[in-house]
């Protein structure tokens, strides 16, 4: 390994992970705008080595960080400065691999280029929703590539979007403390929540950004510089308080748990009660980027990543199975 290389790996970050519809492959996203594929499949064996750990292919997806990876069927979506790419998951591995398409978002002005923080797939209409430093979520509609709605309302950066597909409803958190809630049908805004204006989540030495979120049906966990809070969302108000001090910068629901990691070397596990159940141990001191791997019961596995090039792999969610290394 030449010494540029293991200066990069020294600096790197990895921001975004994403499985492939077969569930075997994983790849992951970092701050040099680089692409990196693992084969699970190699790595979860029994006769693994270190080498079944390590990137079957690793190709310069973007010229800045990548902020976040998504998919469909057939393709790998990534995007971190103002351009979306799609990848052929077949070609991934392929040596000279290249975009299957590329489309850029709109911006305000020609003078800037605001990065995508987050991409969500909406399966009902066939349509990608992308928000970022527009300070808009722009809805693009896969088939054609066409951007075919923006929804406007937020006054600073958009860093992470949901979905509730029953209610064909997008919820949005941004830096200027709000929660959105957005009708996809008509592209009207539904709620507003100011989360850092209740006093039981406020931490105004930290700020008011809201950096994660996650929905359930009726129910949404958000956190970041207020306190992590779980909030029932026809009534509007914050139901539990989570007793975590760190800003939180990844959360999901899973199965009767609330999973959530961020500015410290563990991954929570909350009841939606407020009860820390578990602090598991990672590698990375910072964590931006939790995914499980649903789609395959064989490789089922829960990966974190953050500061630092290794992901670390969990086969049972209570602890660390193995790292993979981003080389």
Same mark, same amino acid.
């Given at each position: #390994?030449?010494?540029?290389?293991?200066?990069?790996?020294? =600096? #790197?970050?990895?921001?975004?992970?994403?499985?492939?519809?077969?569930?075997?492959?994983?790849?992951?996203?970092?701050?040099?705008?680089?692409?990196?594929?693992?084969?699970?499949? &190699?790595?979860?064996?029994?006769?693994?080595?270190?080498?079944?750990?390590?990137?079957?292919?690793?190709?310069?997806? =973007?010229?800045?960080?990548?902020?976040?990876?998504? *998919? !469909?069927?057939?393709?790998?979506?990534?995007?971190?400065?103002?351009? $979306?790419?799609?990848?052929?998951?077949?070609?991934?591995?392929?040596?000279?691999?290249?975009? *299957?398409?590329?489309?850029?978002?709109?911006?305000?002005?020609?003078?800037?280029?605001?990065?995508?923080?987050? @991409?969500? %797939?909406?399966? #009902?209409?066939? &349509?990608?929703?992308?928000?970022?430093?527009?300070?808009?979520?722009?809805?693009?509609?896969?088939?054609?590539?066409?951007f075919t709605m923006a929804l406007q309302? =937020?006054?600073?950066?958009?860093?992470?979007?949901?979905?509730?597909?029953?209610?064909?409803?997008?919820?949005?958190?941004?830096?200027?403390?709000?929660?959105?809630?957005?009708?996809?049908?008509?592209?009207?805004?539904?709620?507003?929540?100011?989360?850092?204006?209740?006093?039981?989540?406020?931490?105004?030495?930290?700020?008011?950004?809201? &950096?994660? @979120?996650?929905?359930?049906?009726?129910? #949404?966990?958000?956190?970041?510089?207020?306190?992590? *809070?779980?909030?029932?969302?026809?009534?509007?108000?914050?139901?539990?308080?989570?007793?975590?001090?760190?800003? /939180? /910068?990844?959360?999901?629901?899973?199965?009767?748990?609330?999973?959530?990691?961020?500015?410290?070397? =563990?991954?929570?596990?909350?009841?939606?009660?407020?009860?820390?159940?578990?602090?598991?141990?990672?590698?990375?001191?910072?964590?931006?980027?939790?995914?499980?791997?649903? !789609?395959?019961?064989?490789?089922? $596995?829960? !990966?974190?990543?953050?500061?630092?090039?290794?992901?670390?792999?969990?086969?049972?969610?209570?602890?660390?199975?193995? *790292? %993979? !290394?981003?080389?």
């Amino acid at each position: #390994m030449d010494f540029g290389r293991s200066l990069e790996l020294l =600096h #790197m970050t990895v921001f975004s992970q994403c499985f492939s519809p077969c569930g075997k492959y994983l790849a992951v996203g970092n701050n040099l705008g680089q692409i990196g594929v693992f084969s699970l499949s &190699s790595a979860l064996s029994s006769e693994a080595k270190e080498q079944n750990k390590e990137p079957a292919a690793v190709f310069q997806a =973007h010229a800045g960080p990548i902020y976040c990876l998504s *998919s !469909t069927e057939r393709h790998l979506i990534s995007a971190g400065d103002n351009e $979306v790419k799609g990848w052929l998951w077949t070609d991934l591995c392929k040596k000279g691999c290249v975009a *299957s398409w590329s489309r850029v978002a709109p911006s305000r002005n020609n003078l800037e280029t605001p990065e995508i923080n987050s @991409l969500v %797939l909406n399966p #009902m209409d066939n &349509s990608l929703l992308l928000g970022g430093g527009s300070c808009h979520i722009h809805v693009m509609d896969l088939e054609t590539g066409a951007f075919t709605m923006a929804l406007q309302g =937020h006054e600073d950066y958009i860093h992470c979007l949901a979905l509730r597909q029953q209610q064909r409803e997008c919820v949005s958190g941004s830096e200027d403390g709000s929660v959105r809630l957005w009708d996809l049908r008509n592209g009207s805004q539904t709620h507003k929540i100011e989360v850092y204006k209740y006093e039981e989540c406020a931490r105004p030495q930290y700020g008011k950004w809201i &950096s994660c @979120l996650a929905t359930d049906s009726d129910w #949404m966990v958000c956190g970041g510089g207020p306190m992590l *809070s779980l909030w029932h969302l026809r009534s509007v108000t914050p139901t539990t308080i989570f007793p975590i001090q760190d800003s /939180q /910068q990844q959360v999901m629901f899973y199965q009767d748990l609330i999973l959530c990691a961020g500015q410290a070397p =563990h991954i929570n596990h909350c009841q939606i009660n407020g009860e820390i159940r578990a602090q598991i141990p990672c590698t990375p001191c910072s964590i931006y980027s939790l995914c499980i791997n649903e !789609t395959s019961q064989e490789n089922k $596995v829960l !990966t974190a990543a953050g500061s630092g090039s290794k992901i670390d792999v969990f086969t049972n969610f209570r602890y660390r199975a193995f *790292s %993979l !290394t981003f080389t």
